[in-house]
């Protein structure tokens, strides 16, 4: 069974950034298309960035321009870097395939302050 391991969060003031990480236990990269999700208190899970298997990014509209999402295949890590970060961006982040197929990893808190 693959496991997703994230880290990288933490707390930070507003404006501010940080660097996400996800580790996969084996070599899954190569062939799907990664995505980073979040869950702040109260709310759904939402979809926050994803990576092709081509390389190709896509992100949630509202963070287009402050976060960027990329991959080591190498090192089967993907990761999400986090600039100008707002208090709205408080969430648990985490990382699976873009369809969500593998377990939930622990996810690593970000939490920002004003």
């Known amino acids: 069974q693959v496991q997703l391991v994230e880290s990288g969060g933490g707390l930070v003031q507003a404006v501010g950034s940080l660097r996400l990480s996800c580790a996969a236990s084996?070599?899954?990269?190569?062939?799907?298309?990664m995505s980073w999700y979040r869950q702040a208190p109260g709310k759904q899970r939402e979809l926050v960035a994803t990576?092709?298997?081509?390389?190709?990014?896509n992100y949630a509209d509202s963070l287009k321009g402050r976060f960027s999402i990329s991959r080591d295949n190498a090192k089967n890590t993907v990761y999400l870097q986090m600039n100008s970060l707002e208090v709205e961006d408080t969430a648990v982040y985490y990382c699976?395939?873009?369809?969500?197929?593998?377990?939930w990893g622990q996810g690593t808190q970000v939490t920002v302050s004003s």
């Open positions: 990576i092709s298997f081509a390389g190709r990014t």
């Open positions: 084996r070599n899954i990269f190569s062939f799907n298309g």
């Open positions: 699976n395939t873009h369809l969500r197929t593998l377990p």
